[in-house]
């Protein structure tokens, strides 16, 4: 059973920063990519970060230059490092990792959520 962890949300003021961290317990065929998505309330859940198991990261517009997603294949680890936090980007965030079984069927994992609330 793959279960994947998040941690290190919290509120803080605009400005501040935040690392939040993704644990990935359980076996995984193949991972295509991981990512990081945040749903604010009343609004779609929508990618920020992406990185593929090549190594490459996407962002979205927003976040670039503040955001940084990284990984530690070690650790079974996903990161998102938030700096020159906006209230705009207050939300919950969850992890998420693209991937295939062992039947080469694509599967998508997700975490429970960690909220981020950054004060004006």
């Known amino acids: 059973q793959v279960q994947l962890v998040e941690s290190g949300g919290g509120l803080l003021q605009a400005g501040g920063s935040l690392r939040l961290s993704c644990a990935r317990s359980?076996?995984?065929?193949?991972?295509?990519?991981m990512g990081w998505y945040r749903q604010a309330p009343g609004k779609q859940r929508d990618l920020v970060a992406a990185?593929?198991?090549?190594?490459?990261?996407n962002y979205v517009d927003s976040v670039k230059g503040r955001f940084t997603i990284s990984r530690d294949n070690a650790k079974n680890t996903v990161y998102l490092q938030m700096n020159s936090l906006k209230p705009e980007d207050t939300a919950v965030y969850y992890c998420?990792?693209?991937?295939?079984?062992?039947?080469?069927?694509?599967?998508?994992?997700w975490g429970q959520g960690t909220q981020v609330t950054v004060s004006s």
């Open positions: 998420n990792v693209d991937a295939l079984n062992w039947s080469l069927v694509r599967l998508d994992y």
């Open positions: 359980g076996t995984i065929f193949k991972i295509n990519a």
């Open positions: 990185i593929t198991s090549g190594g490459s990261t």
